[in-house]
């Protein structure tokens, strides 16, 4: 079965710039989401459509996809982007549902 | 503003049924596919079923196919689950969600509820 594979940890200082990556073998023709989730919290996405960010996220966040990896960039994260953040693409074998990496648990500090 | 409140969890015996409920408000649900997603205690995110936004199309992920039902009626605004079989490795906090269709065709997720949990033990 297709496999998003992510990261389990990354650690960065507040105003560092966080990146957490996510590689996946459809990625060159799925584009790739992301979702933070909050200790408590339902997830909330960040970027779609790889590079995309809903409106209400801060522009710190951004994403980008090249080849078989995509990967989401915090610049100057802060110590409230402390969370867990997964990626998301489409299913390979098939068009419908998806599949969700296994996590980065972020740590700003 | 897009809402989704889920219902229906509970605790529940092996090899019982359970039936979860979501009710969408804040956009005209009809337009829109809907997911059903879970995270097991302490564990990551797994997507477990997708309707269309008619109802003709519905797809499982493999660990629940067979056991599992998705529906959804909406003239209530309201998706389904319906959860046969059930087994102590479905136990997990459900979240209903919105179904993003991309501009490549695919399906992915965008507003997500607050979940509810179902808990499979004897």
């Known amino acids: 079965s297709y496999e998003l594979t992510q990261p389990p940890s990354v650690s960065v200082s507040p105003g560092q710039t966080a990146r957490i990556t996510c590689s996946g073998d459809a990625l060159p023709k799925k584009y790739a989401y992301w979702y933070q989730q909050k200790s408590g919290q339902a997830p909330v996405l960040v970027i779609y459509?790889?590079?995309k960010r809903p409106s209400g996220i801060p522009e710190r966040f951004s994403g980008s996809s090249s080849g078989t990896m995509a990967t989401l960039t915090i610049s100057g994260a802060q110590v409230e982007d402390e969370s867990d953040y997964y990626c998301?693409?489409?299913?390979?074998?098939?068009?419908?549902?998806?599949?969700f990496g296994g996590g980065t648990k972020l740590t700003v500090l | 503003q897009v809402q989704l409140v889920e219902s229906g969890g509970g605790v529940v015996q092996p090899g019982r049924s359970l039936r979860l409920s979501c009710a969408a408000s804040?956009?005209?649900?009809?337009?829109?596919?809907m997911h059903w997603v879970r995270q097991a205690p302490g564990k990551g995110l797994e997507w477990v079923a997708i309707?269309?936004?008619?109802?003709?199309?519905?797809y499982y992920a493999d660990s629940v196919k067979g056991r599992f039902t998705i529906s959804r009626d909406n003239s209530k605004n309201t998706v389904y689950l319906q959860m046969d079989s059930l087994r102590a490795e479905d136990t997990a906090l459900y979240y209903c969600?919105?179904?993003?269709?991309?501009?490549?065709?695919?399906?992915?997720?965008?507003?997500w509820g607050q979940g509810t949990l179902v808990t499979v033990s004897s």
């Open positions: 459509e790889d590079s």
């Open positions: 804040g956009f005209t649900f009809s337009n829109y596919g």
């Open positions: 309707i269309w936004y008619d109802g003709s199309n519905k």
């Open positions: 969600a919105r179904d993003y269709y991309d501009s490549r065709g695919h399906q992915a997720v965008d507003y």
């Open positions: 998301y693409s489409a299913d390979s074998s098939v068009n419908h549902g998806g599949v």
